[in-house]
């Protein structure tokens, strides 16, 4: 059958063993043995000593179903009849208490007076008292040890400076905003322009969504979801989100219907991807407890695939061969897509992780619910120092600090920068750490560096000498990967970087807090740094020391340099040339190392020579030249990011000055680009943006719109009155509205041309809104399109695009625009739309004729819920038009109160 597999039990009996599971989490993570007072583990974990071969031997029964009692497999239903049938001979029943001593709980109803816990000589005993039923009794007892087991690998989450203080994850876990989205589309960005891009976007509307309730549809919804793919930047919390699910289970805590999960994480799957395992074989090498099991008759299986941005193999889902059996034997990626695609195992659950540009890797037919991990909002950055903080006051003071400098706190929504700020503030604040309290990001990162510096000398009494090779090396590293785009690296990687295993092994064991060393499958080993900025900033730091000791530009290689500046210069090129922007936050951090602070605390790392201070202010003056250039609103707003890390302010306050005068002028391009930063970097959310507050109605060129978009989209209402709209403005305005962030609820066109650029095409202009009306994006309330050129061709395709969409649009007007019978008519087909929600409709001076008013008196009658104001003056409507429009009077559902 295509469901079924069986899981035999194991000849040699004893300790139960598990592979180590590597899972990046944003912080430093180490898995350490359970506290006694807490859990007694069942045996004493051993690493897998598995040898690679092209053929791995496994215990595998290939016996038929009729040879068994109970068929050994994964099935549809909602409950096993193992547990059916422990259920009705269940007499009484006792707590099981295991995995917290401040209560007992029970793990799973079904367990009943089968187990309880012992604790003796430093080991767990399982009583199970005899029932008749000693299959049964056996599988649970096994789910009972994987919990434990599970327990052990994700209880603890590292994030303390001090290695040998462990945290509880459930001590330090911060509930993280989780959003439902169906959007699939791939967003390339530099994670850090989403994450700014996120802290502006309104949430009133949105429903979080529980970790515990991922897999629960919502209230409308009725059909279940098998496939979650669950999106978000790095560090923002997927990992943490999965092992908080895990523990949650293994506690009993929430979805006990849920016999058992499988964490198969790509970092460790990548391992794996040139040998060829079935199902069944892949379990018993990432659970090795899975092979002590006689029979398995669960029916919930639980499979998560966290980092689907780490894989290293190829999915082809279109031309992969077909799988059923769980006992065949193919490639993990084909393992993989036939699980997703639901061909093996029908009715298990998949969990997918990813960071948002991997994402579209999963057709979206495969996948019944896509959610986005959000990070922390205010109240939840809030909470998090709150617990990492034992002194409420320093807490307070650091909170304070954070939300004074708005490019930290907005940082604030991934939550290692929390942990990253926490370590850093908390030793300054509280321990009078001499030095600036960090204001920059470059400054909070260059600090948390020295702090672990400091750490490693007075542990190891390492020289500097020695730091000085190791970080170099590291930041090599982290400069060749972070070109490469990867975030995880294997041996061959490090070799590059002349990098041996061995030196790999002295840095993570030192670097505890920045480097990382993880054992994957057959002894292999997996390498990160703590998070992306972590090797952004490192790899700034390998560019910046590189030239300050030898005069070396590693950024281009062919020229020789005289000054820092050249460096920069070359920084700010490729930055820009990158149309993901991935290197945007290394390019904050390369000119922020040149900040006099910030090389003062280098000096602690290495002994730098010459003065900066002529070649930083030659880069000013480059930067201030590139923002003036016609550069996209993103780029310049990173730019602006980078004066900041060189404390150079002068363009914000310039820009400042002008919005307190009240007075409107003529505005640069970069002074355009300076208010754009102002507003976004705003604390205060952008209720509505009037350009025209700005500058008069005939300067507003295409330029500017560009310019502006990102207000728009972050606005909720937006008023835009200028004189001509042209291609380049139009298609900036449906991008911006249609974009996954915006905002906009009310947009006012008024007196507008619409103009793309070959000939006055007004109703071209109006399909490309539909664009934006029609998208599931689009939550536009408010739609005024006063003389705009609208006829009855634009009216048709407005009207199509308003019923594909139908659900939010509250007020639409379209006065002086000559629409005629056949305009009206299609407006008539969108009122009586059962879905339209339209409350407000004007349409003065639009060329309606007498015999237009029957369609809209029928369109009213047919749909009479929802519009309440309809305005017709100044048409050609006689006697007969008035009469049809009358009569709706008498109809019982009449709702209109003007007309």
């Known amino acids: 059958k295509c469901n079924s597999f069986q899981l035999k039990r194991s000849t040699s009996s004893g300790s139960v063993s598990m592979s180590s599971l590597c899972v990046h989490q944003y912080s430093q993570m180490e898995i350490a043995d359970l506290d006694t007072d807490n859990v007694s583990p069942p045996s004493k974990m051993r690493k897998p000593q598995i040898k690679r071969s092209n053929s791995l031997k496994y215990s595998i029964s290939m016996k038929s179903e009729k040879s068994i009692e109970l068929p050994i497999g994964f099935k549809n239903g909602d409950s096993s009849s193992v547990h059916r049938k422990l259920q009705k001979k269940r007499s009484h ?373 020695s730091d000085e090779e190791m970080f170099l090396k590291l930041g090599q590293l982290a400069f060749e990967q972070l070109k490469k785009g990867n975030l995880i690296f294997y041996e061959e990687d490090l070799r590059e970087c002349g990098i041996d295993v061995r030196e790999a092994a002295v840095y993570s064991g030192v670097c505890t807090q920045i480097f990382r060393e993880e054992f994957g499958l057959h002894q292999s080993k997996v390498y990160c740094f703590v998070h992306l900025s972590v090797q952004e900033h490192l790899a700034a730091l390998y560019v910046h020391l590189m030239f300050k000791m030898t005069k070396r530009n590693v950024l281009e290689h062919s020229r020789s340099f005289n000054a820092i500046s050249d460096v920069h210069k070359a920084g700010v090129v490729q930055a820009l040339k990158s149309e993901t922007g991935h290197l945007d936050l290394f390019l904050r951090f390369l000119l922020g190392l ?145 974009s996954e962030t915006s905002n906009i609820r009310e947009l006012h066109l008024a007196v507008n041309t619409l103009d793309l650029s070959w000939k006055k095409l007004t109703d071209s202009g109006v399909k490309c809104l539909c664009a934006v009306l029609e998208n599931p994006h689009s939550k536009v309330e408010t739609l005024r399109l006063q003389q705009c050129g609208v006829s009855d061709e634009g009216c048709a395709a407005l009207s199509s695009a308003l019923r594909s969409n139908p659900s939010h649009l509250r007020e639409l007007d379209l006065s002086y625009n000559n629409l005629g019978d056949s305009g009206v008519k299609c407006i008539s087909a969108l009122l009586e739309n059962p879905h339209c929600k339209l409350e407000t409709l004007r349409l003065w001076d639009c060329g309606i004729p007498d015999e237009s008013c029957a369609a809209l008196a029928s369109a009213l009658r047919s749909n009479p819920s929802h519009l309440r104001h309809l305005n017709l003056s100044k048409n050609k409507i006689g006697d007969s038009g008035v009469k049809c429009l009358s009569a709706l009077k008498d109809n019982e559902n009449y709702k209109l109160q003007t007309l």
């Open 93 to 465: 029943s006792s707590e099981l208490s295991c995995v917290s001593k401040k209560r007992d709980c029970s793990l799973h109803p079904s367990w009943g007076n089968l187990h309880s816990v012992q604790k003796e000589e430093g080991r767990t005993e399982i009583n199970i008292t005899d029932t008749g039923h000693s299959r049964e009794a056996d599988t649970i007892t096994h789910q009972k040890k994987f919990k434990l087991n599970l327990m052990k690998t994700f209880k603890c989450l590292d994030g303390v400076i001090k290695q040998e203080k462990r945290t509880l994850l459930n001590e330090i876990y911060t509930e993280l905003y989780i959003t439902e989205g169906d959007s699939r589309e791939v967003n390339n960005e530099h994670e850090v322009r989403q994450i700014e891009a996120a802290c502006r976007r309104t949430t009133t509307e949105e429903t979080p969504i529980q970790c515990n309730d991922i897999f629960k549809p919502l209230s409308e919804q009725d059909k279940p979801i098998r496939t979650v793919l669950t999106k978000g930047v790095a560090g923002i919390g997927k990992t943490v989100s999965v092992q908080k699910f895990i523990v949650d289970w293994a506690e009993g805590k929430a979805n006990q219907d849920v016999q058992l999960i499988f964490p198969l994480p790509f970092r460790e799957l990548n391992l794996m991807k040139d040998q060829k395992l079935s199902l069944m074989e892949l379990l018993h090498v990432f659970f090795k407890e899975t092979k002590e099991t006689e029979m398995f008759s669960w029916e919930k299986v639980l499979f998560i695939f966290d980092g689907l941005d780490e894989c290293r193999f190829p999915l082809d889902f279109q031309n992969t061969v077909r799988v059923c059996d769980v006992t065949e034997s193919v490639s993990v990626p084909v393992l993989l897509i036939n699980l997703i695609k639901g061909n093996l195992l029908p009715s298990a659950l998949i969990w997918i992780t990813s960071r948002p540009a991997a994402a579209d890797q999963i057709p979206s037919e495969c996948v019944h619910r896509v959610t986005e991990v959000r990070g922390f909002n205010d109240p939840q950055k809030e909470e998090y120092f709150r617990k990492r903080i034992s002194d409420q006051s320093l807490a307070n003071n650091i909170i304070t600090h954070l939300k004074s400098l708005r490019s930290l706190y907005i940082m604030c929504h991934i939550p290692v920068f929390c942990w990253i700020s926490a370590a850093v503030l908390e030793r300054m604040l509280c321990e009078a750490e001499s030095g600036e309290i960090p204001k920059t990001l470059t400054q909070m990162y260059t600090h948390f560096l020295i702090i672990q510096i400091n750490i490693i000398r007075e542990k190891y009494s390492k020289k500097q000498e």
């Open 594 to 738: 040149s900040l006099e602070s910030n090389q003062k605390l280098l000096q602690a790392l290495v002994t730098q020579t010459g003065s900066s201070s002529q070649s930083t202010e030659e880069t000013f003056q480059y930067i201030k030249r590139k923002i003036s250039e016609d550069l996209p609103t993103e780029k310049s707003i990173n730019l602006f990011h980078c004066l900041n890390e060189l404390g150079d302010d002068s363009l914000e306050e310039e820009i400042q000055r002008y919005l307190k005068s009240g007075k409107q002028r003529k505005l640069s391009s970069s002074q355009w680009s300076a208010l754009v930063f102002v507003l976004l970097s705003s604390a205060q959310e952008l209720e509505e943006f009037d350009l025209n507050k700005y500058t008069s109605p005939e300067k507003i060129t295409d330029l500017v719109l560009v310019k502006v978009m990102p207000v728009i989209a972050a606005s909720r209402k937006a008023n835009i009155q200028c004189h001509t709209f042209k291609e380049r403005g139009w298609s900036a305005l449906v991008s911006a509205l249609t």
